[in-house]
């Protein structure tokens, strides 16, 4: 009787974290949109209104096609940015409970680590989110193609479409996301041994559409006179934008100011972090590394748990695919969420 009751409370706190958990998503969300709804919250709407100011540079597609959208049907752009964000996290939540659900704990998949963070930390109003649900997709299309529900030419297809868009609206993307596609269309394509370098070689080339679009990425990277242009575009919609007055400065500033920065303008704000302290005491990259190492524990699981190697694998796998993009940047609370949001995906593919 005292195991069944045992069991019983501790099923009963689980709900009650789960239903708490839900509730802050809930609300979360809400206060996000709120908080972000004017063109001077430019590092979250900001990022979104990157366009293409008369030639291609790196993540401007959907920009450009909220602007379109927002021209012609004279509607505030920044609707169109909710819009994608929340469509973006039910569609991630219900890969997660496709792919995950019953592999991790329900809190830990609700938790900052997974998806509380973009709510908490301030950035569902970003990429972020968008281009992780890309990915999920991704194996969503390689799982059906595995289950002979469609050929092969149209899970290549539709894994080239949606890296393609996520890649030309964050050239991120292909970094973290490219080796575990690359070696699962390998994996599927060619499940039994043989010609390994010509397996390797075609699946590569089925992917080609994907390293295109990363190379016109970093070749077409932006700079000050097209953060310009994309300033001066968004002034020609100024019925229609919300602002407090950043949307009439000459100059542009936040994610759209950024895109003209060179490399080495995010290596020295990354190396600003090396030395920043808060109260004093707490050394920013310690508590970062602290964090990677218990995301690590909790994405794994105790010794022995079900799919305990596998997790530890694939945890690892995709903490060094992503890790380059932690030297040059300083959002790395966005980094840890693509990377365990997408591990947890890959984990249940």
Known sequence: MSFVKFNFNHLGKNVFLERFLLTLLFFGLILNLLKNRLYDNDWTVGEWLISYPGAFIRRGLIGKLIYIFSKNLQINPIYFIWFICIFSFIGLFLLIKLFSWNIFNKSFLLSNLVLLGPISENYFIRKDIFIVFLYGLCLLSLKIFKDKKINRFTSIFLINLYSCIAILSHEVFFIWAFPSIFLLVNQVNY???????????????????????????????????????????????????NSEGLLFQDFPSGAISAIGWDTKDHFILSRSNLTKFNLNIFWHPAMWFLTIFYGIRLFSGVKGEFLNDKKRFIICFQLLCIFPIFLPGADYGRWLFMWISSSVLLIGY
């Open 191 to 241: 499940p039994k041994k043989g010609n390994y370098k010509r397996s390797l070689l075609v699946s590569l080339l089925n992917l080609l559409p994907m390293i295109i679009a990363f190379i016109c990425c970093i070749t077409f990277k932006g700079d000050s006179e097209k953060s310009l242009l994309i300033h001066k575009q968004w002034q020609t919609l100024s019925n229609l934008i």
